[in-house]
């Protein structure tokens, strides 16, 4: 069985421009989770996707992070316009709808604003 | 805030066992415990999961005492590839959000 896999591993953009960083879950995953650490820092939640319903969405730091996930399959953060603090691995998580609360991590994204 | 205490760090020799224990003073009854470990430039796996007493899988051992204020991870006979970052985290069951805390750093030298 595939794992999450998140596209790209590396981003490097100018602060200003917009990046989008992809996560493909595990198949048959309702859930699905963003999360990111800034360095020096912990890991940090930042939404909730239940298919592509957004179920909680209390950790997205401002209106310049917009994460959809249409046809409840894979999702996207988009970061627009990038700061240097947005500087940070992004990781993507997902789980099943009745699980005990186990997570599947990716990979993560490193994104490098300038 | 994490709801948790560990170690920041610990040291030990190939082939010892290791032994990690966190701190979770206000567990809540719903509340599971769960180990992820993580290896640089990867994401953060699971490891194991317990409410109360003992689980034993493959990789670990997770020991919950009756009050359940704490939980210790047992690492048998550790080797340089179990090197990585060590969370212990409280959770319930529905789905939410994972809260991270520093975790352990575990180094593991020869």
């Known amino acids: 069985e595939a794992g999450v896999t998140q596209f790209p591993s590396h981003s490097v953009i100018e602060k200003g421009q917009t990046v989008t960083l992809r996560c493909d879950p595990i198949?048959?995953?309702?859930?699905l989770y963003w999360y990111r650490r800034v360095m020096g820092k912990e890991i940090k939640f930042l939404l909730h996707f239940v298919k592509e319903s957004k179920q909680d969405e209390s950790g997205m730091p401002n209106n310049r992070f917009l994460a959809e996930r249409t046809g409840g399959t894979y999702s996207t953060l988009k970061v627009q316009p990038a700061e240097l603090e947005d500087s940070g691995v992004y990781f993507c998580?997902?789980?099943?709808?009745?699980?005990?609360?186990?997570?599947?991590f990716g990979p993560g994204t490193r994104l490098t604003v300038l | 805030l994490a709801k948790t205490t560990q170690p920041i760090s610990m040291d030990s020799y190939e082939g010892q066992e290791v032994n990690i224990t966190c701190s979770h003073n206000n567990i809540a009854t719903n509340d599971y415990i769960t180990w992820y470990q993580q290896f640089p430039s990867q994401g953060p796996r699971f490891i194991i999961q317990?409410?109360?007493t003992k689980v034993t899988n493959e990789v670990a051992s997770l020991f919950i005492p009756a009050d359940r204020k704490s939980s210790t991870l047992s690492l048998p006979r550790v080797s340089l590839s179990d090197t990585a970052v060590y969370y212990c985290l409280v959770e319930d069951q529905a789905g939410t959000a994972l809260i991270f805390g520093k975790g352990t750093t575990l180094s593991v030298s020869s």
């Open positions: 998580a997902s789980s099943q709808g009745i699980s005990q609360g186990v997570q599947y």
């Open positions: 198949s048959g995953h309702d859930n």
């Open positions: 317990g409410y109360k």
